[in-house]
């Protein structure tokens, strides 16, 4: 059981490149979503999706896509990458009882 | 609406000593409350969770916190501080019956000196 997974790690990208941030639960969670976290500002919901093929946007959703493939997997991406985009993603997952289970996290810097 | 203040974003303490992070929430509708710890360059995990139950919460690692309603605070204490619990701490608020969507505070870094 892993858990929560997010690939890449870490990233590097050129303002105005693209790129897709994966997340995948083995919980059979129903509800999953995509958060950034910036020094001082805690975490801010980019999108969440309350099941499979439903997504909605939260906080600060500009910029940003997702999709959800299936139930398992959740993808953020971001069209023409900007440097305001810095900062570090959290997938997280909860099969709706309150607890949120989160991913390691994927280290993104626009230069 | 539903917002959560933490006092502090910043609290250091030496090891031994009471540990006390403050977090003072807003919602409209009664509230479900959450403290989160997150170890460097890892995710968050759950340290406890207030649903209307016990007002007393207790946590892992030995945390605790208590709900009070007439002062809107849920704030977190451990008795004694370890080297281990220096993390950054986060205060979550959710309104009861709405979507499973919290809202965060801004954490607050816990250091603990020797």
Redesign the interface.
């Known amino acids: 059981n892993a858990g929560?997974t997010q690939t890449p790690k870490f990233q590097v990208l050129k303002t105005g490149q693209s790129m897709t941030l994966q997340c995948a639960q083995d919980m059979n969670h129903n509800?999953m979503?995509w958060y950034r976290q910036d020094p001082?500002?805690?975490?801010?919901?980019i999108y969440?999706s309350?099941s499979e093929g439903t997504t909605d946007k939260?906080e600060v959703p500009n910029g940003y896509n997702v999709s959800r493939l299936n139930k398992r997997e959740f993808s953020l991406r971001l069209e023409s990458a900007a440097p305001s985009q810095t900062s570090v993603y959290?997938c997280?997952s909860?099969p709706?009882t309150?607890?949120?289970y989160?991913?390691?996290?994927t280290r993104l810097t626009v230069l | 609406a539903q917002s959560v203040t933490q006092l502090g974003?910043h609290v250091s303490v030496s090891e031994g000593a009471l540990v006390l992070l403050r977090c003072n929430y807003s919602s409209s509708v009664p509230p479900?409350l959450?403290w989160?710890v997150q170890y460097p360059?890892?995710?968050?995990?759950?340290l406890l969770?207030y649903?209307s139950a016990a007002t007393l919460v207790k946590g892992i690692n030995g945390f605790e916190a208590e709900f009070k309603k007439s002062e809107t605070s849920f704030h977190l204490t451990k008795p004694s501080a370890h080297m281990s619990d220096a993390a950054e701490y986060?205060c979550a608020v959710?309104a009861s019956g709405g979507?499973?969507?919290?809202t965060?505070?801004?954490?607050t870094s816990l250091i603990v000196h020797p």
Request: aromatic fraction near 22%; charge should be positive; hydrophobic fraction near 30%.
């Open positions: 929560v509800s979503y001082g500002m805690g975490l801010r919901l969440y309350a939260g959290f997280a909860t709706n309150d607890t949120q989160f991913g390691p996290g | 974003s479900y959450f989160y360059n890892q995710g968050l995990q759950l969770k649903t986060f959710r979507s499973y969507i919290p965060f505070g801004r954490g």
